[in-house]
C-alpha cells in the first residue's frame, strides 16, 4: 500500500470515528436528558431541541413502508454504500478533500446505521429556523453526512473545472 493510501486510511479512519463519537454522545445526552417532544429553546426560537425517534429516513420518509422493504432499503442497502464508500476512500479517491468528505458522510452514515441496526429507530434532535427557512428534525450525523456530501460535491466541481479550463 502507498504511502498516499496509508494517510488516506489513517485520516479517514480519524473522521469516521470522530463523526461517529460526536453522533453517538450528543445523542445518549438527549435520550437521557430530553423527554420524547419536549422542546427546549436553545436561541431565542431559532435553535430548539426536541428529542424524536425516527424509525424511517430523512425527513421520516419510510416510516410507513412495509418491513422487510424498509430493512432492505434502510439497513441493507446503506451497509452496501457505506462499504463501497470505504473503498472509494482508500483506494479510489482522487485527492485529499474527497477523502475527508467521504470521512464525514461515512461517519454520519455509520452513526445513523447503530441507531437503526441497536435500537429500530434513530434519535433526532435538532430544530433550525430563521425567518421563513427551517429544517425538519435531525441529528449530528445528519450534520455530518451533509458536510460529507458538500465537500466531495465541491471537490469534484472544482477538478471538473479545472480539466476544462486547463
Request: net charge positive; aromatic share 10%; glycine share 10%.
Amino acid at each position: 500500500m502507498s504511502n498516499h493510501r496509508w494517510v488516506r486510511l489513517v485520516v479517514g479512519v480519524l473522521l469516521i470515528a470522530a463523526n461517529v463519537s460526536c453522533d453517538q454522545i450528543t445523542k445518549a445526552i438527549v435520550r437521557k436528558d430530553i423527554n420524547p417532544y419536549e422542546q427546549i429553546t436553545v436561541i431565542d426560537n431559532h435553535i430548539t431541541l426536541t428529542k424524536v425517534e425516527n424509525t424511517g429516513a430523512f425527513l421520516s420518509l419510510g416510516q410507513s413502508w412495509w418491513p422487510p422493504l424498509k430493512t432492505a432499503l434502510l439497513i441493507v442497502l446503506p451497509i452496501f454504500a457505506l462499504a463501497f464508500a470505504c473503498y472509494a476512500m482508500v483506494e479510489r479517491s482522487r485527492g485529499p478533500w474527497f477523502a475527508v468528505g467521504l470521512g464525514f458522510a461515512i461517519g454520519g452514515g455509520i452513526g445513523n446505521m447503530i441507531d437503526r441496526i441497536i435500537r429500530g429507530s434513530v434519535t433526532d434532535f435538532l430544530h433550525l429556523k430563521a425567518g421563513m427557512f427551517q429544517t425538519g428534525i435531525f441529528n449530528m450525523a445528519d450534520v455530518s453526512i451533509m458536510v460529507g456530501i458538500g465537500i466531495v460535491l465541491v471537490d469534484t466541481l472544482a477538478v471538473r473545472r479545472q480539466r476544462l479550463f486547463y
